[in-house]
C-alpha cells in the first residue's frame, strides 16, 4: 500500500519561475535557440573581490558549522549596512542569517503564524508568498492592484481588507517589487505603516531588490519610520540580487529581538545556518565595495528604457515603466482576446511563444495577473533585441 502524502505536499504547486527557467535550460541543452526572459537573478559575475574573500576562507579552512543565526562578524556588517542605507538601529541579536531570503520569510511566517491567521499580500506578488503562508497552515489575502495605481496598494484599501478580517497577522511588502518593478515612497509607506499599527499587525518589508531603483531614486525602507514601526517590521534583504550572488544563498532578516530569537530556533532545526564560506564573502560584499553594484544597476537602467520602449510599440499592448527590480509586466489582454488560435489565457499564449518562437516568458497568472506576461531584463542586450523580435512576430501572427 502506498503512503499516503500530506494535503500540505499535494496544495503545494512548482514554482513557476523556476519552471520557465528550468524548461529553457533544457531546450539550450538540446541545442535550442532559446532567449530566455524567465530569469530572475543578474546575468553579471559575482564581482572578484567577493569571490576573491570566498577562496580565502577556504584556503583558511573555514569550513565547519556557524551559529544559527550567522557568524558575528556578519551579523555586525548588516547592522552597519542597515545604519549606513536605511537609518536603521540594529545590533547582531536582531538579524537572523538564513540560505537565501526566501527561507528568512519561511521562518518569520513559522514563528509568527498560527492556523488560520491571515497573511495580507499586494498582487500581483512574487510566486513563493502565498505558497509559504499556506505551508505554515495561515490563509493569504490577495489585495489586488491596477496598473494605472503602478501596481501599489493604498493605505485606504489595507483599512477596508482588515476591517473584514478576523485574524489579520501580517501584510507581505515588497518593494521595489517582483514582479512589477512598482517602488512604494515615504509618504505612500508612512500611511500604510499607520493602518498596520492601527491594527496591530506585522510588516514584514521584503527589500531584496533595494539596490536596484532607477531615474535617480533612493530607497525608503518602512522600518525607518519610527521606533514604534520598526517594532512591528521584520525587514528581508540578502546579497543575491544587488551583488549578483544567487547561487550563494544568503539572506537575512532584521527586527524585533524576541521574534528573530525564536526565528533562528526553527532555522536551527532546519538547516542549521548558512554555509560558511558564503558567509565570509558575504561581509566583504556588504563592507566594501568596488563600483560594481552601480555599473550593474546602470546597465539595467538602460535595458529596461528600450525594453519598454519596444513593448509599448507593439500594437495593441501596454507596459509600464517599472521603476525598480529588473521586471517589466506588459498587458498582452488584447491578443488573449483576440487571437485566431484558440489560446484563452497568458499561460497557452506562452507556451505558444515558447514553443514556436523560442522566447521563454513567465505568465502573470503565476503572480496573480492573468492579463499580463512578466520579462526579466537580467539579460544581455543583445537577447533583449532578438527575443523582442520573435515576441511581436508571435503576437501579430496569433492574430492574422
Known amino acids: 500500500m502506498a503512503i499516503q502524502i500530506s494535503h500540505r505536499a499535494k496544495a503545494i504547486k512548482p514554482s513557476p519561475t523556476l519552471t520557465v527557467s528550468a524548461l529553457a535550460k533544457q531546450m539550450k541543452a538540446d541545442g535550442i535557440d532559446v532567449i530566455n526572459f524567465g530569469v530572475g537573478e543578474p546575468d553579471f559575475n559575482t564581482p572578484d573581490y567577493i569571490k576573491n574573500e570566498a577562496h580565502k576562507a577556504i584556503d583558511e579552512n573555514f569550513t565547519r558549522y556557524t551559529a544559527s543565526a550567522g557568524i558575528i562578524e556578519l551579523r555586525e556588517a548588516i547592522a552597519a549596512k542597515l545604519k549606513r542605507d536605511n537609518n536603521l538601529d540594529c545590533n547582531p541579536n536582531d538579524i537572523l542569517v538564513s540560505p537565501g531570503a526566501k527561507a528568512s520569510i519561511f521562518f518569520l511566517l513559522m514563528t509568527i503564524c498560527d492556523p488560520r491567521d491571515e497573511v495580507l499580500i499586494p498582487s500581483p506578488y512574487w510566486v513563493s508568498y502565498t505558497s509559504q503562508v499556506e505551508m505554515v497552515d495561515a490563509f493569504p489575502i490577495l489585495l489586488p492592484t491596477r496598473a494605472a495605481s503602478n501596481f501599489k496598494i493604498s493605505a485606504e484599501q489595507l483599512e477596508e481588507a482588515l476591517e473584514s478580517l478576523s485574524n489579520p497577522k501580517a501584510l507581505i511588502l515588497n518593494s521595489p517589487n517582483n514582479p512589477t518593478g512598482s517602488v512604494y515612497n515615504r509618504k505612500e509607506l508612512e500611511k500604510i505603516a499607520a493602518v498596520c499599527i492601527k491594527h496591530n499587525i506585522m510588516i514584514i518589508s521584503d527589500e531584496i531588490y533595494e539596490k536596484l531603483i532607477y531615474d535617480g531614486k533612493k530607497h525608503f525602507s518602512i522600518a525607518s519610520i519610527s521606533d514604534e514601526v520598526r517594532e512591528h517590521t521584520v525587514l528581508i534583504n540578502g546579497v543575491s540580487k544587488a551583488y549578483a550572488m544567487t547561487g550563494w544563498r544568503l539572506g537575512y532578516a532584521a527586527g524585533p ?46 535595458r529596461r528604457n528600450f525594453l519598454v520602449d519596444e513593448l509599448n510599440k507593439i500594437p495593441n499592448l501596454k507596459c509600464r515603466l517599472p521603476r525598480g527590480a529588473f521586471y517589466a509586466m506588459p498587458n498582452i489582454s488584447y491578443y488573449i482576446h483576440n487571437n485566431k488560435l484558440g489560446i484563452k489565457n497568458c499561460v497557452e499564449m506562452c507556451e505558444y511563444i515558447l514553443r514556436e518562437y523560442k522566447v521563454a516568458i513567465v505568465p502573470g497568472s503565476a503572480f496573480g495577473a492573468d492579463k499580463y506576461v512578466r520579462f526579466s531584463y537580467a539579460t544581455s542586450m543583445e537577447n533583449i533585441e532578438e527575443g523582442l523580435k520573435r515576441f511581436k512576430k508571435g503576437l501579430i501572427d496569433s492574430i492574422s
Open 257 to 302: 529581538a524576541d521574534i528573530i530569537k525564536r526565528a533562528a530556533r526553527i532555522q536551527g532545526h532546519t538547516t542549521s545556518c548558512v554555509n560558511s564560506i558564503t558567509q565570509k564573502a558575504a561581509i566583504v560584499a556588504l563592507n566594501e565595495c568596488d563600483g560594481s553594484v552601480a555599473e550593474m544597476r546602470e546597465e539595467f537602467q538602460k
